[in-house]
Nanobody, 127 residues
Framework: QLQSVASGGGLVQPGGSLRLSCTASGLRLDYSDIGWLRQAPGKRPEGVSCISGSGETTNYADSVKVRFTVSRDNTRNTVYLQLNSLKPEDTARYYC????????????????????WGQGTQVTVPS
């Protein structure tokens, strides 16, 4: 069964950093563009970032540009999301998954661009 799993979340003080990892069972990630979504309590999910299968193309939401960096190690079948300079508004559950038709040009994926989200990981930045 195809399942993406995000991990690495936690509680971090404002200005701190975390590195999230995305792995998948039943799927070779190097064949897939991978997107990251997040959902804060009471809010709609929003796209955060996307990375092409080769890692050559990335894009970010304006709210996280410069602070977040997406990367991948296809030898480990893993995609990473480095979160730096974290803010309380980054508090959310973060999800990763293959993007159905690839990273959309010029924008981050929306929930409609995913077939599934898999298990997420909670990031909490207290105010």
């Amino acid at each position: 069964q195809l399942q993406s799993v995000a991990s690495g979340g936690g509680l971090v003080q404002p200005g701190g950093s975390l590195r999230l990892s995305c792995t998948a069972s039943g799927l070779r990630l190097d064949y897939s563009d991978i997107g990251w979504l997040r959902q804060a309590p009471g809010k709609r999910p929003e796209g955060v970032s996307c990375i092409s299968g080769s890692g050559e193309t990335t894009n970010y939401a304006d709210s996280v540009k410069v602070r977040f960096t997406v990367s991948r190690d296809n030898t480990r079948n893993t995609v990473y999301l480095q979160l730096n300079s974290l803010k309380p508004e980054d508090t959310a559950r973060y999800y990763c998954a293959p993007v159905l038709f690839g990273c959309p040009p010029g924008r981050v994926p929306t929930p409609a661009d995913f077939g599934h989200w898999g298990q997420g990981t909670q990031v909490t930045v207290p105010s």
